[in-house]
């Protein structure tokens, strides 16, 4: 499976797989009035991934340095280790008719190798209704720190789950 760097070529591509998995899974829970754009696309990422097929994108994930405060606060606590030395799995992606070929829990352990490289412990968070990703990152390894509430913009909040993958082995 070939997964390769996030091109800006790829983004309208993005916000397509993005739109497709909103509308088959429901993630992301919320969509503002800007669209999925901004959500796919975080130009303060650490790093971002593909996953291409033959007519279409079948995966995206991206390495962010922060999440919520609340979750960045948890993984600290549960790693021991400062928000800043941390670097958060995001925007997972897979094709709705890609789905259980793999496609995910090799843009995850590439996010996750990416982030150990750099010296910094792969935490993520998800909403604690993702039934589907949930079982990936339980399958994958990846280890429940616990549950936070955050609250969004406008008054909805979201209770999400934060997950630590593989402590790195080495500090940078």
């Not at 790829?10 to 739109?19: R, T």
Request: aromatic fraction near 6%; hydrophobic fraction near 50%; proline fraction near 8%.
């Amino acid at each position: 499976m070939k997964i390769r760097p996030r091109a800006d070529a790829d983004l309208a591509a993005c916000v397509l797989l993005a739109q497709d998995v909103h509308e088959a899974d429901g993630y992301p829970v919320f969509v503002d009035e800007r669209g999925l754009g901004p959500f796919v696309v975080n130009r303060a990422a650490l790093a971002a991934w593909v996953a291409p097929g033959d007519r279409e994108l079948l995966g995206h994930v991206a390495l962010h340095h922060a999440s919520s405060s609340p979750a960045m606060g948890l993984a600290a606590s549960a790693t021991g280790w400062p928000p800043a030395r941390l670097a958060v799995v995001a925007r997972l992606l897979v094709s709705p008719r890609a789905q259980g070929q793999g496609i995910g829990r090799a843009l995850l352990e590439t996010a996750a190798g990416h982030a150990a490289a750099l010296g910094r412990w792969p935490v993520l968070d998800v909403v604690t209704s993702a039934a589907k990703a949930i079982t990936l990152y339980e399958h994958a390894g990846w280890r429940r720190a616990g549950r936070v509430t955050v609250p969004l913009p406008g008054g909805p909040v979201l209770e999400e789950f934060v997950y630590l993958g593989p402590r790195p082995l080495r500090s940078a």
